[in-house]
């Protein structure tokens, strides 16, 4: 019974290539995030979405697009990846885009680019 | 800009010890604050959440205060144990998260 879970948990794939990782809340929660956590531990928001809507658009280059189904699933598409994109994706959820409720992440996704 | 510091970046402290973890934001214009610990190779786990309207919230030995006026808060744990050995990461809210740096606590047996 998960509350947030992300598909696959590692990912290694070569320069150039495309790739997807998916996300899953099954707590009911209106919004959804993607995060990215460099080599140094820095975490960095990336997307927020809200019910399907994107609210939050971070400077991120336009080969990442992150779609949302429906309001339970957001998923992150990586064009062409680079090296530089190797990093551990976090998705999270919380009630609401309000800013009063707490934020739930998942487990990550460790992307290796060589 | 909002921009977070968290000081000590790492600690080392015998088991049984009280410590705190310090939390500075420059934009007191947050709706909350939110504490979390993040384990070796795992996710973030929630610890306390504490509404901008707050000065404190507790779990357990976790304590976590919030000072919005000087863009301050501090974790408090009490009696550490060998398990709390994690980074420890804030997050205040504006109209996003804005994380810090974190602070590596390790706590010997």
């Not at chain 1, 939050?56 to 990442?64: A, K």
């Not at chain 2, 919005?68 to 974790?75: F, P, W």
């Amino acid at each position: 019974d998960t509350a947030v879970s992300q598909t696959p948990k590692y990912l290694v794939t070569q320069m150039g290539n495309d790739k997807s990782i998916k996300c899953e809340q099954n707590l009911g929660h209106d919004t959804m995030y993607w995060y990215k956590q460099d080599s140094k531990k820095f975490l960095k928001i990336m997307f927020s979405y809200n019910n399907k809507e994107l609210i939050i658009n971070e400077t991120v280059p336009n080969r990442f697009s992150p779609k949302s189904p429906d309001k339970a699933h957001l998923n992150l598409h990586i064009n062409s990846l680079e090296l530089g994109d190797s990093a551990v994706y976090f998705c999270a959820s919380s009630q609401d885009s309000t800013g009063a409720g707490e934020q739930f992440f998942g487990p990550g996704t460790r992307l290796t680019v060589l | 800009k909002q921009e977070v510091t968290q000081i000590p970046a790492a600690l080392s402290v015998p088991e049984g010890e009280n410590l705190v973890l310090n939390c500075s934001f420059t934009d007191s214009a947050i709706y909350n604050l939110q504490w979390f610990r993040q384990d070796p190779g795992k996710g973030l786990t929630s610890l306390l959440l504490i509404q901008s309207s707050q000065r404190e919230q507790t779990s357990g030995r976790l304590n976590a205060s919030l000072d919005k006026s000087s863009g301050r808060s501090t974790l408090y744990i009490a009696a550490s144990q060998p398990g709390d050995s994690a980074t420890y990461l804030c997050a205040p809210r504006g109209y996003k998260y804005i994380f810090g740096t974190g602070t590596r606590l390790k706590v010997l047996a």
